[in-house]
């Protein structure tokens, strides 16, 4: 079955850039979309179609797509933006989401 | 506005049966597939499987198959995720998520998502 790999963990400090990965087979042919998931709070889409923004999320999200790895960045990192993070693709019948980052604002 | 809104928080027994529960507003729910995603304490999000309400068309992950039944009611707009024998393993918040379109497709993701229902089963 197609897998997504992310690192467990990210750290940041607050105004620098977070970079957060997310890796699978051939996944540069397929969309990454990115979840963000705050503690007992249901997901929120951030990035869909690898660089795309739904209403309401902020610029300073941003992603890209490319070989076997998907990238979602967030700009000038803010408090808030302490989070889960999950990419998701789909494979053949399936969507898939990727293992999740924990993003720490330091 | 688009709005999913599940069952509320559920307390059973190993061996004991379930079903929650996906009630969806603010648009054609018969034309856009939901999805049920697990999530279990500590853990990541987990893909189980999609229904299409409109023909009650149902894709199952692998490793859900045969555990659990997915299923959707398209004259009450309500879609539903059961058990017919609980694990204590199954104890977890379960999400629905609605499709972007009506399509199965590599350009679609989750925009709306339910509130999410907590299963605890013991053993």
């Known amino acids: 079955s197609y897998e997504l790999t992310q690192p467990p963990s990210v750290s940041v400090s607050p105004g620098q850039t977070a970079s957060i990965t997310c890796s699978g087979d051939?996944?540069?042919?397929?969309?990454a979309s990115w979840y963000q998931q705050k503690p007992g709070r249901s997901p929120v889409l951030v990035i869909y179609q690898d660089t795309k923004r739904p209403s309401g999320i902020p610029e300073r999200f941003s992603g890209s797509n490319s070989g076997n790895t998907a990238t979602l960045t967030i700009s000038g990192t803010q408090a808030m933006d302490e989070a889960d993070y999950y990419c998701q693709a789909w494979d053949r019948t399936y969507y898939v989401f990727g293992t999740g980052t924990q993003v720490t604002v330091l | 506005e688009v709005q999913l809104v599940q069952s509320g928080a559920e307390v059973k027994k190993s061996g004991e049966s379930l079903k929650i529960s996906c009630e969806g507003s603010?648009?054609?729910?018969?034309?856009?597939?939901i999805a049920w995603v697990r999530q279990m304490p500590g853990r990541g999000l987990e893909w189980m499987g999609i229904v299409y309400p409109g023909d009650s068309h149902t894709i199952y992950r692998p490793s859900f198959q045969g555990h659990v039944t997915i299923s959707a009611d398209k004259s009450i707009s309500t879609a539903y995720l059961q058990w017919g024998t609980l694990k204590a393993s199954d104890t977890a918040m379960y999400y629905c998520?609605?499709?972007?379109?009506?399509?199965?497709?590599?350009?679609?993701?989750?925009?709306?998502w339910g509130q999410g229902t907590l299963v605890t089963v013991s053993s």
């Open positions: 603010g648009y054609s729910f018969a034309t856009y597939w």
């Open positions: 051939k996944l540069g042919d397929k969309y």
């Open positions: 998520a609605r499709l972007s379109s009506g399509s199965l497709a590599d350009t679609e993701y989750f925009l709306h």
